[in-house]
């Protein structure tokens, strides 16, 4: 199994920034792809980007192209997301998710990120 356990979410004004961490265990050389995605109140989880673990090609959602930015650290199994230029509309539980090859995908227990207009 893969244990993802996720930090960095806070409250912060609109146009501001974070960084979210995502640091991962166990049986992390049968990871493929490291994805973050987001559930705001009353809405359904979405993509948000994508990191291959072994290499570092990247995709992000439309929604946040050109303000986010997901990098990671194999040495510390650890990815992260760069947040700036904030929007309210970016308010959600942001989740860690891991995909194996051929196996189960794993998530985190989520962070919550405020963005106050």
């Known amino acids: 199994q893969v244990q993802l356990v996720e930090s960095g979410g806070g409250l912060v004004q609109a146009g501001g920034s974070l960084r979210l961490s995502c640091e991962a265990s166990g049986r992390t050389f049968s990871v493929h792809k490291m994805n973050w995605f987001r559930q705001a109140p009353g809405k359904e989880r979405e993509f948000v980007a994508v990191?291959?673990?072994?290499?570092?090609?990247?995709f992000y959602a439309d929604s946040v192209k050109g303000r986010f930015t997901i990098s990671k650290d194999n040495a510390k199994n650890t990815v992260y997301l760069q947040m700036n230029s904030l929007k309210p509309e970016d308010t959600a539980v942001y989740y860690c998710?891991?995909?194996?090859?051929?196996?189960?995908?794993?998530w985190g227990q989520g962070t919550q990120v405020t963005v106050s207009s």
């Open positions: 990191i291959r673990w072994n290499g570092d090609s990247t």
């Open positions: 998710n891991a995909e194996t090859n051929g196996g189960p995908r794993y």
